[in-house]
């Protein structure tokens, strides 16, 4: 009781010390300002600009402007010590709201000086800016693009702060603070409560303001410091906290890039100024796609940082372009995020990145652990895991063993969040978290040294001088973990020493985040174009390599292919790819696929009319390329509707056929398509009058694939209301609300032929068509589930939903370089949380003999609970983008039922092919032609091996070819073969460093492969 009374005594007091602490305040209510349609970064301007003025309490602002403002101040004294400018472009207000604050960048004398946001309202500037007591001040002001962005102009302070009420503020502050966090019968928590009483006993507030009193704070703060000396004994060398301070700056989010590139240029401003005043802080940054535009951006600015990375004060590591999604991207694109990344470090600042940076990703695939330590890279950190709405992750330092058994030394920054019950990557200084994190961390055991990142993030902003000052006091207050600043890589450099010989535990799967399971569906253009980007990008590779080496003096595009890369790569966002951004955002995602697309497009038609050109041809012919690991049979169609069955289209290779030969085949297989009956070679399908599959039969194996009594291919759509994140969450009670799209309006036969049935069904669902042709073969087993919404619904999610004849407690789902099992039951909690899952190109419930694949080509929400095969096809979430997903799509999902289990069956090759089809190029007659009709560049003897990637070398004109284990198998002489003799193979890292010289016989490459295993060959041929 008495403790609290002395405690309120105590905190009045210092809100009065710190009111008191501004000396000489200069009021400033009145600058000029215009508004730069120009958007220019520096306080360059001719005299054409029409300033106007604009005094307190004026309104100013709008959606995404740029002002100016500037002010001449003359100092009435020469200053030698920094002062402080307060900057008031809006009131004073609630800070919680994140959006609605102008944020700019302040320019005093010419030098840009420091970001002024919300939480950045006082900028300190150095003495050496103001030479000649003149203060030339400016500020590019960013208005925003969410709320209102009317704000009010309230002025600008000057003024200096009088040291030793800073400093006593702080110090008393935090023990404060301290004493709040330490148990009630801690006997430094009385010594602590005492000095400071005693402390405050001496500062005389008789006459505030005055000489007497600012001499009695400093005797207060001299008296306060010897105390805590004496309390030395009382401070622990262990455990310890690492700070280093750090600005999540979301590459685009409730912003765009472009506003991300300011935020950059602010936040970083920021750092530059408040390391001049503070030596001992440290500051980390993780995107080197940020570095790039910073560089062209801003030069000096850039160069300012460079300095800092040089001195060691600046810590550039992440290793990632940007900090990547891992649910969606592709595991070609994870390694190319190495690789642009760590590159660009390597060539920018001669630095070794080792530790990957994703705080804030949505859930991390079961194959980072051997695609992060396959590209040089030894460490992963994040916070995001501890968001989990239901299970709590067992461990905080953990070795992540992934698919293929990697070991990725892991650790989580447990920091905790006042507001919240996760941990943040946005922390504060202060002793609630010094003493949190300690508290949260779970592996106490092992290892007593933790990591905390502080600083504003979300957008921008980094530390203040507040959480520099509020270190400078904890490190001097007994009874919290000791701290320190340091650096990311060598904090984790140490940890992995620090657990050597340890019992340090294992977790052995994906890294599944139970949370934001909409992410996999949102903003359904961004997954195609995404999908078909891994395709095109792949095509434009191969296919150039393939030019590379079969035409002399063929420059392969290395550049224009790297400039596409980078954009890519850039849209692989943790906010753009998952659909969590505003409207914005895809507006300009929209405009760079374009530019993506263009530029591959472009590389693979030059590459396909190159090779085209030298084949040797009797008449018109087509050729057909095709760019997967597998020889295939494919239907070959042209515009008028000729079309034929090719065989044997050989792997990463080209066929051509005569265009006379396309005359239709008529192949003696059995093809009946009716308005409620299809049957061909494999499967009898009944529909009944609604356009569901009522019966699925299996003419080959004799079974029926649905479950008796059930329909197949039933669209069911839901109520789609997350309680909180609209476009990041589906609700753990989505399947309250279910209704079925039943309104059949129409169904046409398409197409009967033997080598293809087409039955055309359209239904409508309220405002929304859907419009499906459900497509067989005789060729393959697939069969095709073609679709076209055009989707105008609110909150709606729509899913396919196949109830199959299967009995299994686990199936099996694609994701990068592999696959993985994931429960069908609801066992434990940790299955429960897991009712939408993130999975590649297909999914399978499989029993011993037969089995279900459910396969899409842009798809990745799937669910499959006890024997329903669930996908989900589209949302409609409302915010932070109104108008998501309501909008024409078009999409394909395939449904395979197979003998034995999904290792006995086509699934992997129908998957390539139904997202990899091949490439047809007409050619005219060509005696000339020296090129074979028929081609293979490369081959592997082993179907469970897929070559995943060809394509020209970074650094020399070597093959690269990326392969991998894709059933978990473990093989002996696997061997691939080239169409020539090889000169010399290497065997190298994903990021292309060179690792042990291979054998190779004329050309032919033998190696062996364990379950999951990816490996990269360079090859001169
Ligand atoms: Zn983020």
Not at 58 to 72: H, I, L, P, Q, T
Not at 556 to 577: A, R, V
Request: with cysteine; proline share 4%.
């Amino acid at each position: 009781m008495l403790e609290n009374i002395t405690k309120k005594k105590l905190e009045n007091g210092l809100r009065e010390v710190k009111n008191l602490q501004n000396l000489s305040v200069i009021q400033i209510p009145q600058m000029e300002y215009f508004e730069d349609k120009e958007r220019r970064f520096k306080p360059e301007f001719n005299d054409s600009i029409d300033w106007k003025k604009i005094v307190k309490e004026e309104r100013w602002g709008g959606y995404d402007k740029v002002f100016w403002f500037r002010k001449n101040i003359k100092l009435p004294e020469n200053i030698e010590e920094p002062l402080f400018l307060k900057v008031f472009l809006e009131k004073d207000g609630d800070l919680d709201v994140i959006p609605d604050y102008p944020e700019s960048l302040l320019f005093v004398n010419g030098q840009f000086v420091q970001g002024i946001d919300k939480y950045h309202k006082e900028a300190i500037i150095s003495p050496k800016v103001f030479q000649g007591n003149v203060l030339n001040v400016y500020l590019r002001s960013w208005t925003g693009l969410r709320g209102e962005l009317n704000y009010t102009f309230s002025g600008l302070e000057l003024y200096k702060i009088e040291k030793y009420s800073q400093k006593y503020y702080f110090l008393a502050k935090n023990i404060l603070e301290t004493i709040d966090q330490l148990g009630e019968n801690d006997i430094v928590k009385v010594k602590l409560f005492n000095i400071l009483n005693e402390s405050y006993k001496r500062i005389n507030f008789t006459k505030p303001r005055s000489k007497e009193y600012y001499e009695s704070i400093k005797d207060s703060y001299n008296f306060l410091q010897e105390e805590l000396k004496k309390l030395r004994n009382f401070k622990m060398d262990s455990p310890k906290v690492v700070l280093t301070g750090h600005s999540h700056i979301d590459m685009a989010w409730l912003w765009t890039v472009l506003h991300t590139r300011e935020k950059a240029q602010r936040t970083f401003s920021t750092v530059l100024n408040l390391m001049q005043e503070y030596p001992e802080y440290i500051f980390m940054h993780s995107s080197p796609a940020l570095y790039k535009l910073l560089k062209n951006d801003y030069p000096e600015l850039y160069e300012k940082v460079k300095e800092r990375i040089k001195e060691g004060r600046w810590e550039a590591t992440g290793g990632m372009w940007i900090e990547s999604d891992s649910n969606i991207s592709p595991g070609e694109f994870l390694i190319r995020q190495i690789l642009f990344g760590k590159r660009f470090l390597k060539e920018e600042f001669g630095i070794d990145s080792n530790v990957v940076w994703l705080p804030d990703a949505f859930g991390y695939t079961y194959a980072l652990p051997q695609i992060i330590k396959k590209s040089g890279m030894k460490y992963f950190a994040t916070t995001k895991i501890s968001w989990n709405e239901i299970n709590k992750f067992p461990y905080d330092t953990f070795w992540w063993k992934g698919i293929d058994g990697t070991k990725l030394l892991s650790h989580f920054i447990t920091t905790p969040d006042k507001n919240n019950y996760f941990y943040t990557y946005n922390g504060m200084v202060e002793p609630f978290t010094i003493k949190g994190i300690w508290d949260n961390y779970k592996q106490k055991d092992i290892n007593d040294e933790l990591l905390l990142v502080f600083g504003w993030g979300d957008g921008g902003g980094g530390p203040t001088y507040e959480m520099l000052e509020n270190y400078r006091a904890i490190k001097e207050i007994p009874g919290l973990p000791q701290v320190e600043m340091g650096r990311v890589e060598d904090y984790f450099e140490r940890l992995e020493e620090r657990i050597r010989d340890k019992n340090v535990p294992v977790w052995d799967d994906e890294l599944y985040f139970e949370l934001h399971r909409g992410t996999y569906t949102s903003q359904a253009f961004v997954k195609r174009e995404n999908r078909k980007l891994e395709v095109l990008y792949h095509n434009a590779e191969f296919l150039n390599s393939m030019v590379l080496k079969l035409l002399k003096d063929f420059e392969y595009p290395k550049n224009s292919l790297t400039e596409g890369w980078e954009l890519l790569l850039l849209n692989q966002f943790h906010d753009i790819l998952p659909g969590t951004s505003i409207r914005e955002v895809y507006q300009d995602a929209r405009k760079d696929f374009e530019k993506i697309n263009g530029i591959a497009n472009k590389e693979i038609e030059r590459a396909i009319s190159m090779i085209s050109q030298e084949i040797k041809s009797q008449e018109d012919s087509l050729v057909l390329f095709n760019t997967t690991s597998f020889e295939r049979d494919e239907i070959v169609e042209l515009e008028n509707g000729k079309k034929t069955l090719v065989r044997e289209i050989p792997s990463f290779g080209y066929k051509s056929i005569k265009v006379s030969n396309l005359e239709q085949r008529q192949i003696d297989e059995k093809m009946i398509v009716k308005e409620d009956y299809i049957e061909n070679r494999y499967y009898i399908i009944e529909f009944n009058k609604k356009g569901q599959i009522r019966r699925l039969y299996d003419k080959e194996n004799k079974r029926e694939v649905l479950e008796e009594g059930k329909l197949g291919n039933v669209l069911q759509t839901f109520e789609d209301k997350p309680y909180f994140f609209d476009a990041w969450d589906i609700s753990p009670y989505f399947n309250e609300k279910m209704k079925e799209v039943t309104d059949l309006i129409e169904v046409k036969v398409e197409e009967e032929s033997p080598l293809k049935g087409v039955l055309k069904f359209s239904w409508r669902f309220y405002d929304s068509i859907i419009e499906q042709k459900i497509i067989v073969y005789n060729h393959t087993r697939r069969i095709d589930f073609d679709t076209q919404v055009d989707w105008k619904e609110r909150q709606v999610l729509l899913k396919t939903a196949f109830p199959v004849n299967i009995r299994s407690t686990k199936a099996t789902y694609n994701i990068q370089f592999g696959n993985i099992e994931r429960s069908t039951t609801n066992n434990t909690s940790w299955d429960i949380a897991k009712f939408e899952v993130p999975a590649q190109k297909w999914a399978d419930l499989s029993e011993a003999n037969y089995g279900v694949s459910l396969l899409n080509d842009c798809k990745h929400g799937y669910d499959i609970k006890e024997n329903v095969m669930r996908l989900t096809l589209l949302r409609s979430p409302i915010e932070p983008d109104e108008t998501a997903d309501r909008t024409e799509h078009i999409f394909v999902y395939s449904l395979l039922p197979h003998t034995g289990t999904w290792r006995d069956s086509q699934v992997i090759q129908e998957a390539y092919k139904l997202n990899y089809p091949i490439i047809v190029k007409k050619i005219e007659k060509n005696e000339e032609g020296s090129f074979p009709d028929n081609f293979f560049f490369i081959k592997v003897n082993d179907p469970d091996v897929v070559i995943e990637t060809i394509k020209k070398a970074e650094d020399d004109y070597s093959v690269l070819v990326r392969l991998f284990e894709d059933k978990g198998s473990r093989k002996k002489e696997v061997e691939i073969e080239f169409f020539k003799s090889i000169k010399k193979a290497v065997e190298c890292n994903l990021i292309e460093e060179e690792e042990k010289e291979m054998a190779f016989k004329d050309n032919k490459i033998l190696f062996n492969i364990t379950p999951y295993e990816i490996k990269t060959f360079k090859v001169w041929l």
